[in-house]
């Protein structure tokens, strides 16, 4: 079934009609740091998987971040439109997969994904550690990639699977939240509720 | 000592370089949700308190970030500035000040905010419970608010005392981490470090 759910409605109304901003396809990605604090930082929404309703975004498997979702897998997105004033809280579950991953459909999903970002943004991925203390300069001298060349190592893809979706509207003044189960067959249903902003 | 700290620095300067953008003053706020998974949303940056280096939020009592801050005090800013691509992550601990507060310095700073909020926006505090479900349109009729009239119940001051903050420049590709240690008299102190970004 490939209904598509009524949260994911507004938000490719949202990314649509603020698309003419650059930062509009940047997020809020906070997630359980291992000292057992919050950790946020903003990365870059790199699409649905095919028609579903699961978020992506591409990382470097050196990022704290992948530590972090190893031991807590949840995570809460927080995306808010500049110019229509209007936020999407998500939160969910997110699956990461690195080169390492046994199964083969999500390295295919993952090498996707790799060939959809720009030349610019993959060769990030050949930089030094991030996060470690800066020795070097940026990129190694002399660093190409070839353009057909598959992800390297360092690329990993992350695949949000959302289960709670909170909307908020300061135009209009209006709130939903929409929260999931699952049905006999195991597909998703989204009921939502209209709650106070 | 009033020194101020070199990452305070570049964040007033950024604010003074975005402050043509009115969601400049917008930052995401990540907590740990009563689940245990992360919680984030955008709220506005009411100012540092006085000369300290401490950031300060108003909130309403009744929202759910204050039951998980009354769990786990913990939380990280992440604050983007769209204009000269700069990133701020700000970790520290929340103290929740509410109008039941045994510190009468603390029920000061919350009665300056108070006031140093905009009539409309001190009338939100009279609206309905957030985040629970609708039934009434929002403000109730006939509302009205006295303006010398001091800070309501539903009213709350968040402090927010930094202990580690990230800078990213994605103009100049660089990344600094500041830690905050303290001296033999409890000053902080605040260590930079250049990392990869």
Known sequence: MNTVTPWKQLLLHAIEANSH??????FQLATIGGNGR?????????????ETDKIQINTDCRTRKIEELKHCPFAEICWYFTDSWEQFRINGRIDVIEGSNSDSVKLQER????????????????????????????L??????????????AFCLLVLDPDQVDYLNLKTNTRIEYRCSRN????????P?????
């Open 111 to 138: 090498e996707k994904t790799w060939f959809a970002s720009s030349l610019k943004s993959r060769l990030q991925y050949l930089g030094p550690d991030p996060g470690i203390p800066s020795i070097t300069e940026d």
């Open 140 to 153: 190694p001298k002399g660093v190409s990639l070839d353009p057909s060349a598959g992800p390297v190592n």
């Open 193 to 197: 509720e209209r709650i106070n902003p």
């Open 21 to 26: 901003l650059k930062h509009s396809s940047f």
């Open 184 to 191: 006999s067959n195991g597909d998703k249903c989204w009921t």
């Open 38 to 50: 919050p950790s946020n930082r903003t990365v870059v929404f790199r699409g649905f998987q095919d």
